[in-house]
């Protein structure tokens, strides 16, 4: 079992940053492909990026690239999501999600644990 606890989030304004921190703790957390997901009101979960076992790749998506940062530091137990340039889009609760697969995966469903979530709001 694995909990997951978010934190960083809260309101700026557009091309401001913030730092995402995600904690865990209950299981080897370098074993674990670690990524963050967001959801907007009215919107299904959507996969923002993602960092392989012991750090070994990320993958982000097309709408936050060059502009998101994914990373972990296995000896604090910590992924991040460094936010730069935000833009009122990128308005919405962003989740940690932890898996057991090598490959980082962009679906939620196929993530196995869940953090509580942090509400990112972006204003104009």
Same mark, same amino acid.
Not at 29 to 56: H, L
Not at 74 to 80: E, G, H, I, Q, S
Not at 108 to 116: K, R, S, T
């Given at each position: 079992? +694995? &909990? ?7 309101? +700026?304004?557009?091309?401001? $940053?913030?730092?995402? $921190?995600?904690?865990? %703790? ?7 492909? #670690?990524?963050?997901?967001? &959801? ?22 097309? %709408? +936050? ?5 994914? %990373?972990?530091? @296995?000896?604090? @137990?910590?992924?991040?999501?460094? #936010?730069? %340039? ?14 057991? $697969? ?13 953090? &509580?979530?942090?509400? +990112?709001?972006?204003?104009?």
């Amino acid at each position: 079992q +694995v &909990q997951l606890v978010e934190s960083g989030g809260g309101l +700026v304004q557009a091309g401001d $940053s913030l730092r995402l $921190s995600c904690t865990a %703790s209950g299981a080897p957390f370098a074993r674990y492909t #670690m990524a963050w997901f967001r &959801q907007a009101p009215g919107k299904e979960r959507e996969f923002v990026a993602g960092v392989g076992w012991f750090g070994g790749g990320t993958k982000h998506t097309d %709408s +936050v690239k060059g502009r998101f940062t994914i %990373s972990r530091d @296995n000896a604090k @137990n910590t992924v991040y999501l460094q #936010m730069d %340039s935000l833009e009122p889009e990128d308005t919405a609760v962003y989740y940690c999600a932890a898996g057991r $697969s090598a490959r980082i995966l962009t679906t939620a469903d196929l993530y196995d644990y869940w953090g &509580q979530g942090t509400q +990112v709001t972006v204003s104009s």
